[in-house]
Structures are given as structure tokens and as C-alpha cells.
């Protein structure tokens, strides 16, 4: 089992950059898929990124080029670098696991969230 906790969130103007950052409790953390999701004020929470225990990474349309995930498997880390962001990027971030992979179905642990406000 892992318990996940996001950190990083705030309040950032549009063209600004933000780092989100997800420390990982429990083994083996290197032996789990990792990603991002983010739910909008009255939206479903929707797949950012993923990078799962083979490397392969993958991003939604939305913030590719702007998102990049990486992690630190000495730290129990994973990261989520936010460039360019925008008004519509304002969210409540998760951090997310799973034994196997991550995808927009497929997520055994949750994070609570951290929350980001893209504004000027």
C-alpha cells in the first residue's frame, strides 16, 4: 500500500509556472505507475499524465508541451513541472498510483489534492 501527499499548489498568473510535487509513503515505490489528474470547479476530474514503471509516459492533449512528469525514485517523489499555464488550468491537482499503470480508467491510489488558481 501507499499513501500519497501533494504539495505545491497556490495561486500563479497566467504565463506562470508552478511545480507540484507528490511524496510517496510505503515499499517499493519505484515498483509503482505514477500520474496526475485534475478536477475544474463543476467538472469530472479528467487524465493528465502518467509515467508508468517502464518509462512510457503519455499527456493529455490539453497540457502537452506545457506539463512534464518526472519522478525520483531516491526521494519517493514525483513531480509535475506546470509552464504556460492558464486561466483554465485552475484545478485541484491529484496524485496518483497504481501497481500496474495509470490511466484515465485505471488508478488503485488517490492523493487529496492540492489546489492551483491560474488568475490575475
Known amino acids: 500500500q501507499v499513501q500519497l501527499v501533494e504539495s505545491g499548489g497556490g495561486l500563479v498568473q497566467p504565463g506562470g509556472s508552478l511545480r507540484l510535487s507528490c511524496a510517496a509513503s510505503?515499499?517499493?515505490?519505484?515498483?509503482?505507475?505514477m500520474g496526475w489528474f485534475r478536477q475544474a470547479p463543476g467538472k469530472e476530474r479528467e487524465f493528465i499524465t502518467s509515467?508508468?514503471?517502464?518509462?512510457?509516459?503519455f499527456y493529455a492533449d490539453s497540457v502537452k508541451g506545457r506539463f512534464t512528469i518526472s519522478r525520483d525514485n531516491a526521494k519517493n517523489t514525483v513531480y509535475l513541472q506546470m509552464n504556460s499555464l492558464k486561466p483554465d488550468d485552475t484545478a485541484v491537482y491529484y496524485c496518483?498510483?497504481?501497481?500496474?499503470?495509470?490511466?484515465?480508467?485505471?488508478?488503485?491510489?488517490w492523493g487529496k489534492g492540492t489546489l492551483v488558481t491560474v488568475s490575475s
Open positions: 496518483a498510483a497504481d501497481e500496474v499503470v495509470v490511466t484515465a480508467t485505471r488508478v488503485h491510489y
Open positions: 510505503g515499499r517499493s515505490f519505484r515498483s509503482y505507475a
Open positions: 509515467k508508468n514503471i517502464g518509462g512510457s509516459t
